[in-house]
């Protein structure tokens, strides 16, 4: 009998110390991913030895390296509670890939609040509860009920000051000096400037277990593709971990828990330079790089991989709208800093907010070769800390 492809399980656990394996545990360490595959990269070095004749030896082998990649769906775990700190498996992934994992367990204010004089169309300022420190609640999730009610209440902040003066990604019918404020219950996950910690991962193929260690990011995609009449899929996060094997074994896969719905990206917000656009889909690529250290001392002759670069890019696929609606032309002659903000999810506990304050738009391309003119192009995330935030939003209604 022939081991089933579909008998395949991803479990993965972060690392105290790269050096020792941390086994996942088989309840609360699985997480459901698609695409998921396990390549051995053999070491090998050629020698081109002289044999007397013209056939050579083959390479010498001197040892493999493992990448691990997949397709993580964007779902939350659901209920109204904020799971404790690493309990959320997705997020060790987002972890290890450079974000800050920041959890708001209960809402401030408890109830909402009056927001302060001061606000614009695109600003407010937070009521006495909040806290007067410059970009405190940059990255994350607020509920303004001047902007509506459920999900068209929330949105996010690109930056605060001492003044509790909030910057926002969107723009309201009117100055936001009017009504109640609050940050809601959240995890939100906000890009460093660190790198994150090594994972460690248990890939089961069939009927058998491949163990690794010491993993480092070496590729991250978050794709947000809008879930239409012309395109159906959703978003998702494609990754790559690069480590080392340290077990291979006969071993049944076990089944992780049922999962929820995958929301897609659809009846929400979409937000770019503060301008209300749609389009196909946006990607943002982390462009990372890892590398091993040289060590004699260690069995492999390498320490574990690091990640040591990073180079972030936004690609948005958008409609094409009227220059006086959203001229992206001045834009990137001028070089500024816009943002992008989009909003999505199917309820309380499976709600998302995407956040990037600051990118620097390239020049767009015009096509016409659909039934529809759309422009494509990217934009550049110069900054990382708290350059990027994916929010998973536990807010009273959605």
């Not at 998921?36 to 990269?41: D, E």
């Not at 995890?187 to 994150?196: E, K, R, W």
């Not at 936004?314 to 032309?329: F, G, I, M, S, Y």
């Amino acid at each position: 009998m022939g081991d089933l492809s579909l008998n395949s399980t991803f479990g993965i656990k972060v690392e105290s110390d790269p050096l020792t394996f941390a086994a996942p545990n088989t309840t609360t360490d699985l997480i459901t991913c698609a695409e998921l595959k396990a390549t051995i990269q053999g070491l090998t070095a050629d020698i081109k030895e002289f044999t007397g004749t013209i056939h050579r030896r083959g390479p010498v082998v001197l040892g493999s390296t493992i990448e691990i990649s997949g397709k993580l769906l964007l779902r939350g775990p659901g209920g109204s509670t904020v799971p404790i700190a690493d309990a959320l498996v997705i997020g060790r992934i987002l972890r290890a890939a450079g974000f800050t994992e920041s959890i708001v367990s209960a809402a401030v204010p408890v109830a909402p609040e009056a927001v302060a004089a001061g606000g614009s169309t695109s600003s407010v300022t937070l009521g006495t509860t909040a806290t007067g420190t410059a970009d405190l609640y940059k990255g994350k999730m607020i509920a303004l009920s001047a902007l509506g009610a459920g999900k068209a209440g929330l949105t996010m902040v690109k930056s605060n000051d001492a003044a509790k003066l909030a910057q926002l990604p969107e723009v309201a019918g009117g100055a936001l000096t009017t009504g109640t404020w609050q940050l809601i219950k959240q995890i939100a996950y906000i890009f460093s400037n660190s790198a994150g910690p090594t994972l460690s991962s248990s890939v089961w193929l069939g009927k058998q277990r491949i163990d690794a260690g010491g993993l480092a990011v070496s590729s991250f995609k978050v794709n947000m593709p809008t879930s239409s009449k012309e395109g159906q899929d959703v978003p998702s996060i494609d990754f790559t971990l690069t480590g080392d094997i340290v077990t291979w074994a006969d071993d049944t896969a076990p089944v992780p828990a049922a999962a929820l719905a995958v929301p897609p990206f659809r009846d929400g917000k979409m937000w770019v330079a503060n301008t209300q656009l749609g389009g196909s889909s946006f990607t943002i690529d982390f462009g990372m790089k890892v590398a091993f250290p040289p060590n004699p001392n260690r069995l492999t002759g390498s320490e574990p991989a690091q990640m040591v670069e990073t180079t972030r890019k936004v690609d948005l696929t958008l409609n094409q709208v009227p220059l006086a609606t959203w001229n992206h032309v001045t834009q990137a002659q001028g070089q500024g800093y816009y943002s992008l903000y989009a909003l999505w999810g199917l309820g309380v506990g499976n709600a998302f907010g995407l956040l990037v304050p600051e990118m620097r738009f390239n020049f767009r391309s015009p096509d016409n070769s659909g039934d529809f003119v759309t422009t494509t192009g990217e934009a550049y995330i110069d900054t990382a800390d708290k350059a990027i935030s994916l929010v998973f939003a536990f807010p009273s209604t959605f």
